[in-house]
């Protein structure tokens, strides 16, 4: 066993599945304990802005599209900030839609029972208090939206459509995504999968956007979607780039020295974990590929 590997399972709380992969093939290690496929939280949006990238390679939508135009009249509120007419995809998978105040949270079951049935009402609710592009608000509600879009777009719900155009092709096994009362996924959050399959998704962002010789997004998707932080951001002024989830989840990977990395886990202080564990990242890159 690696040290990266060792630098998991010495930490204090619990991490219940790790994964790295590279051109040697695939490392893993799981708890005894833990579920085979395990919550992957925010990691989800990294998923979701993929499967809007694969609509973006199609033509079937830009990400200056204005999210408004793919709903009817009858699917939104009546009464709405008029700043919604002028949001962009790419602003939602920025969590820029200039939303600063979001009063209950998609993901949390108990706001569900503030929320009510109808999830998308609710996000076109919510009030613009700030010019769309100019201010970040992190929320769910931005990847709820944009899992609408993809079955607005598609006809086909938000996981539906990523079986078909991204789990299938990497040869993903077991995995769920919870829903809203309406039966659209959460798309901000709760992606159950396991590790070793989630890391074929950093893989291939690794490669340019190949997976074992299929395609399953542009060089131009991977390339913007760093550039411009869609669910993916670079890890200090290291050559790896990452999405995290609540509690200590993660995707990352490198395409210098192409690799990626995934784990579960669960921590009171994730982001120190997180970092802690990029660390072992950076230098088990460092061990195999040499420094930058």
């Known amino acids: 066993m690696n040290s990266f590997f060792e630098a998991f399972i010495n930490e204090k709380e619990p991490v219940y599945d790790i994964a790295y992969i590279s051109a040697e ?18 990691v989800t949006k990294f998923f979701i802005a993929t499967a809007i990238g694969t609509l973006v390679d199609s033509g079937r939508l830009t990400v200056d599209s204005k999210v408004k135009s793919f709903f009817t009249k009858e699917q939104m509120p009546e009464k709405m900030s008029p700043e919604w ?38 996000v076109f609710s919510l009030e613009i208090t700030h010019e769309p592009g100019s201010f970040r608000q992190y929320s769910d509600e931005a990847y709820y939206l944009l899992g609408r879009i993809i079955h607005a777009v598609t006809g086909l719900t938000a996981d539906e459509y990523l079986k078909k155009a991204v789990f299938e092709p990497l040869g993903f096994r077991q995995w769920a995504m919870a829903k809203c009362p309406k039966g659209f996924p959460i798309c901000g959050g709760g992606f159950f999968a396991r590790s070793d399959d989630l890391a074929k998704l950093g893989w291939a962002y690794a490669n ?83 420094k930058l």
């Not at 995809?89 to 820029?96: I, L, N, T």
């Open 25 to 42: 093939g695939t490392e893993c290690w799981r708890s005894p304990v833990a579920n085979n496929a395990n919550n992957s939280h925010s």
């Open 208 to 290: 340019d956007g190949m997976y074992e010789g299929k395609r399953i997004i542009s060089k131009e998707w991977t390339d913007a979607a760093m550039e411009n932080d869609y669910a993916c951001t670079r890890f200090r002024d290291t050559d790896i780039f990452l999405k995290t989830g609540a509690c200590g989840q993660i995707v990352a990977f490198s395409k210098q020295r192409p690799s990626g990395v995934s784990w579960h886990g669960y921590s009171t202080d994730s982001g120190l974990r997180n970092d802690r564990m990029l660390e072992a990242y950076c230098r088990l890159l460092d061990e195999r590929f040499g």
């Open 85 to 122: 007419d002028e949001v962009t995809v790419a602003q939602a998978m920025r969590h820029r839609m200039g939303i600063e105040k979001i009063p209950y949270n998609i993901d949390n079951d108990n706001d569900i029972g503030f929320i009510g049935d109808d999830f998308l009402r609710y």
